[in-house]
């Protein structure tokens, strides 16, 4: 048995979100991690992973009892309405378009989003970050100290929203999944002062662009 075999990652499987980015008009790097959190809390409420009988509820426990993994790709031109036509949950945001799809082995990605590429997406702020969304929402804080693509930090926030979802306080996660899941990227609070008043923390599990171990992200449920 090699040295660095881990029984919970084995198979590694991850959860695809594929983000919508046209060279005429890319989105927002601020839109896209917020619209990829909001898809993958959607996607893990949705009844087809929800209920007992939900189509996609085996493979969201599979996915769950290992590593969480997420990998986020890119699509443009024919190869958004291509990853459309697959299951999942896509969510419109300032701009933004991010599909989260159902988890699954990382060895059998379907074909249409096996062909996008991971690696490289960075994409600029668009001026000013946008005020909140009314309450309840979730509030994500990216580790200033860590530099970290857009695909990256996409899959962070999405980790962090996942965490909030099964870890956060009950009423306040019900509130919030009600009230639609929304996300804001949190920047005006410094990191130490977030930390503290943080519900979860993400420590990545260092795959790809940071250690192993590195706090990337942290989340709170803002209600008033």
């Not at 695809?16 to 790097?29: T, W, Y």
């Not at 590593?67 to 443009?76: D, E, H, Y």
């Not at 590429?117 to 860590?146: S, T």
Request: hydrophobic content about 45%.
């Amino acid at each position: 048995m090699r040295p660095d075999y881990d029984p919970l990652d084995d198979p590694p499987w991850a959860m695809q979100l594929v983000v919508r980015a046209e060279k005429a008009d890319p989105p927002s790097h601020g839109a896209v991690c917020e619209a990829a959190a909001t898809a993958v809390v959607r996607l893990l409420t949705d009844p087809r992973a929800a209920d007992p009988d939900g189509a996609w509820r085996e493979a969201v426990r599979a996915w769950e009892s290992r590593r969480i993994r997420k990998v986020t790709r890119r699509a443009r031109g024919v190869r958004w309405p291509e990853a459309e036509a697959l299951p999942g949950v896509t969510v419109e945001h300032a701009g933004a378009q991010v599909r989260a799809f159902p988890p699954g082995p990382v060895s059998d990605v379907p074909p249409q989003l096996a062909k996008l590429q991971v690696a490289g997406l960075d994409l600029a702020e668009a001026g000013e970050p946008g005020p909140p969304p009314e309450p309840p929402y979730a509030a994500i804080a990216l580790n200033p100290e860590v530099t970290i693509t857009t695909g990256k930090a996409a899959a962070q926030c999405g980790h962090a929203a996942q965490l909030l979802l099964r870890q956060g306080r009950r009423k306040d996660v019900a509130a919030w999944v009600e009230a639609g899941a929304a996300v804001h990227l949190a920047r005006d609070v410094p990191w130490r002062t977030g930390v503290k008043k943080a519900t979860v923390a993400v420590r990545d599990g260092g795959f790809t662009e940071v250690p192993p171990g590195t706090m990337t992200a942290i989340a709170w449920i803002v209600r008033t």
